[in-house]
Protein backbone atom coordinates (compact mmCIF):
# COMPACT_ATOMS: atom_id res chain seq x y z
CA UNK A 1 0.00 0.00 0.00
CA UNK A 2 2.58 2.37 0.90
CA UNK A 3 4.45 2.15 -2.39
CA UNK A 4 1.09 2.78 -4.41
CA UNK A 5 0.70 6.01 -2.30
CA UNK A 6 3.87 6.90 -3.23
CA UNK A 7 3.23 6.49 -7.32
CA UNK A 8 1.18 8.99 -6.78
CA UNK A 9 3.99 11.37 -5.95
CA UNK A 10 5.24 11.14 -9.62
CA UNK A 11 1.87 11.23 -11.21
CA UNK A 12 0.96 14.42 -9.19
CA UNK A 13 4.42 16.43 -9.80
CA UNK A 14 4.50 15.26 -13.78
CA UNK A 15 0.88 15.60 -14.14
CA UNK A 16 1.41 19.36 -12.47
CA UNK A 17 4.23 19.92 -14.80
CA UNK A 18 2.31 19.14 -18.00
CA UNK A 19 -1.34 18.89 -17.02
CA UNK A 20 -1.76 22.66 -19.35
CA UNK A 21 0.19 21.42 -21.89
CA UNK A 22 -3.37 20.27 -24.19
CA UNK A 23 -5.34 24.19 -23.38
CA UNK A 24 -2.41 25.88 -24.49
CA UNK A 25 -4.04 28.38 -26.64
CA UNK A 26 -6.78 29.10 -24.32
CA UNK A 27 -4.81 30.11 -21.58
CA UNK A 28 -3.06 32.53 -24.16
CA UNK A 29 -6.14 33.76 -25.15
CA UNK A 30 -7.14 34.57 -21.09
CA UNK A 31 -3.67 36.19 -20.26
CA UNK A 32 -3.22 37.92 -23.72
CA UNK A 33 0.11 36.74 -24.50
CA UNK A 34 1.03 34.04 -27.36
CA UNK A 35 0.59 30.67 -27.10
CA UNK A 36 4.63 30.67 -26.91
CA UNK A 37 4.46 32.59 -23.94
CA UNK A 38 2.23 30.08 -22.32
CA UNK A 39 4.84 27.11 -22.90
CA UNK A 40 7.01 29.00 -21.29
CA UNK A 41 6.03 27.84 -18.23
CA UNK A 42 6.51 24.54 -18.70
CA UNK A 43 10.12 25.18 -19.65
CA UNK A 44 10.40 27.56 -16.50
CA UNK A 45 9.39 24.43 -14.82
CA UNK A 46 11.25 22.29 -15.83
CA UNK A 47 14.33 24.81 -15.27
CA UNK A 48 13.73 25.90 -11.81
CA UNK A 49 13.21 21.58 -10.96
CA UNK A 50 16.75 21.14 -12.50
CA UNK A 51 18.82 23.87 -10.70
CA UNK A 52 17.03 23.65 -7.77
CA UNK A 53 16.69 19.60 -7.44
CA UNK A 54 20.54 19.52 -6.21
CA UNK A 55 20.40 22.52 -4.01
CA UNK A 56 17.28 21.63 -2.17
CA UNK A 57 18.40 18.05 -1.67
CA UNK A 58 21.80 19.16 0.40
CA UNK A 59 20.09 21.81 2.69
CA UNK A 60 16.95 19.75 3.25
CA UNK A 61 19.66 16.39 3.59
CA UNK A 62 19.22 16.49 7.57
CA UNK A 63 15.26 16.54 7.41
CA UNK A 64 13.24 13.46 7.87
CA UNK A 65 11.94 12.34 4.06
CA UNK A 66 9.13 11.24 5.15
CA UNK A 67 7.81 15.05 6.42
CA UNK A 68 9.70 16.28 4.06
CA UNK A 69 7.77 14.61 1.43
CA UNK A 70 4.78 15.98 2.58
CA UNK A 71 5.66 19.32 3.62
CA UNK A 72 6.81 19.24 -0.61
CA UNK A 73 3.20 17.89 -1.16
CA UNK A 74 1.39 20.44 0.62
CA UNK A 75 3.29 23.64 -1.26
CA UNK A 76 2.85 21.84 -4.45
CA UNK A 77 -0.86 21.83 -3.59
CA UNK A 78 -0.83 25.22 -2.52
CA UNK A 79 1.25 26.41 -5.53
CA UNK A 80 -0.79 24.91 -8.00
CA UNK A 81 -4.19 26.16 -6.38
CA UNK A 82 -2.63 29.30 -6.32
CA UNK A 83 -1.80 28.75 -9.94
CA UNK A 84 -5.19 27.95 -11.18
CA UNK A 85 -6.52 31.48 -9.66
CA UNK A 86 -3.23 33.74 -11.01
CA UNK A 87 -4.82 36.82 -11.92
CA UNK A 88 -2.32 37.27 -14.98
CA UNK A 89 0.79 35.03 -16.47
CA UNK A 90 3.36 37.43 -14.39
CA UNK A 91 1.83 35.88 -11.52
CA UNK A 92 1.57 32.11 -12.93
CA UNK A 93 4.92 32.29 -14.27
CA UNK A 94 6.44 33.20 -11.09
CA UNK A 95 4.14 30.32 -9.15
CA UNK A 96 5.34 27.78 -11.90
CA UNK A 97 8.96 28.88 -11.27
CA UNK A 98 8.39 27.74 -7.52
CA UNK A 99 6.36 25.15 -8.22
CA UNK A 100 9.72 23.41 -10.14
CA UNK A 101 11.78 24.32 -7.66
CA UNK A 102 10.19 22.63 -5.02
CA UNK A 103 8.98 20.13 -6.63
CA UNK A 104 11.80 18.89 -7.28
CA UNK A 105 12.17 17.10 -4.15
CA UNK A 106 8.98 15.14 -4.92
CA UNK A 107 10.74 12.35 -7.08
CA UNK A 108 13.86 11.13 -5.18
CA UNK A 109 12.22 11.85 -1.67
CA UNK A 110 9.47 9.17 -2.96
CA UNK A 111 11.90 7.25 -4.03
CA UNK A 112 13.97 6.67 -1.04
CA UNK A 113 10.98 6.01 1.07
CA UNK A 114 10.09 3.44 -1.23
CA UNK A 115 13.34 1.63 -0.98
CA UNK A 116 14.27 2.59 2.97
CA UNK A 117 14.35 -0.90 4.91
CA UNK A 118 13.66 -3.15 1.93
CA UNK A 119 16.71 -5.72 0.86
CA UNK A 120 18.59 -5.01 -1.98
CA UNK A 121 16.64 -7.53 -4.18
CA UNK A 122 13.10 -5.66 -3.59
CA UNK A 123 14.98 -2.09 -4.16
CA UNK A 124 14.27 -2.25 -8.23
CA UNK A 125 10.41 -3.17 -7.68
CA UNK A 126 9.88 -0.77 -5.47
CA UNK A 127 11.47 2.08 -6.86
CA UNK A 128 9.78 1.48 -10.67
CA UNK A 129 6.37 1.04 -8.76
CA UNK A 130 7.02 4.43 -7.40
CA UNK A 131 8.28 5.57 -11.30
CA UNK A 132 5.25 3.84 -13.04
CA UNK A 133 3.13 7.18 -11.69
CA UNK A 134 5.15 8.76 -14.39
CA UNK A 135 3.51 7.13 -17.62
CA UNK A 136 0.48 7.16 -15.47
CA UNK A 137 0.31 11.10 -15.60
CA UNK A 138 1.49 11.30 -19.09
CA UNK A 139 -1.78 8.69 -20.32
CA UNK A 140 -3.78 9.86 -17.86
CA UNK A 141 -3.33 12.94 -15.89
CA UNK A 142 -2.58 15.48 -18.69
CA UNK A 143 -5.42 14.14 -21.07
CA UNK A 144 -7.81 14.68 -18.05
CA UNK A 145 -5.92 18.15 -17.30
CA UNK A 146 -6.69 18.99 -20.81
CA UNK A 147 -10.39 18.03 -20.93
CA UNK A 148 -11.39 19.92 -17.72
CA UNK A 149 -9.73 22.68 -18.97
CA UNK A 150 -11.28 22.93 -21.96
CA UNK A 151 -14.75 22.28 -20.47
CA UNK A 152 -14.14 24.72 -17.39
CA UNK A 153 -11.98 27.60 -18.59
Do not use: W
Amino acid sequence: MKLIALLFCPFAFTTGAFVFSGVLGPMADVLGVTVAAVATLQSVFAIACALCGPLLAHFTRGLPPRTLLLGVLVLLTLLNGASALAPDFNSLFVLRLLAGGIGALAFPLATTLAATGLAAVERAKAVSTVYAGIPMALIVGMPRGSVTGNAFG
